[in-house]
Nanobody
Framework: QVRVVESGGGLVQAGGSLRLSCAAS????????MAWYRQAPGKQRELVAGITSGGTTNYADSVKGRFTISRGNAKNTVYLQMNSLKPEDTAVYYCVASRTGLDYWGQGTQVTVSS
């Protein structure tokens, strides 16, 4: 099993920054990608950013140029640096660790951006 834990959410004013952290533990030997998703009230969960074990990244168009996903020194740790935050970025942010055929989700962390 794999346990995924997010941290770093909070309340910030528009234009501000936050850094989310995610750590996967347990049977992580075959994790080949990690990603951040978000879900706003009344909306579907959407991909924000992802990173493979090889370092390839991808971003939703809505966050390109503002958010950066990166890997930590510890294996299976990822960060999401969020700059120039907008009220529409308000959502619960989830981290997911993936191996072939299986996804492991965290509990989520709330990000609220006030206007």
């Amino acid at each position: 099993q794999v346990r995924v834990v997010e941290s770093g959410g909070g309340l910030v004013q528009a234009g501000g920054s936050l850094r989310l952290s995610c750590a996967a533990s347990g049977s992580v030997f075959s994790i080949n990608a990690m990603a951040w998703y978000r879900q706003a009230p009344g909306k579907q969960r959407e991909l924000v950013a992802g990173i493979t074990s090889g370092g390839t990244t991808n971003y939703a168009d809505s966050v390109k140029g503002r958010f950066t996903i990166s890997r930590g020194n510890a294996k299976n740790t990822v960060y999401l640096q969020m700059n120039s935050l907008k009220p529409e970025d308000t959502a619960v942010y989830y981290c997911v660790a993936s191996r072939t055929g299986l996804d492991y989700w965290g509990q989520g962390t709330q990000v609220t951006v006030s206007s």
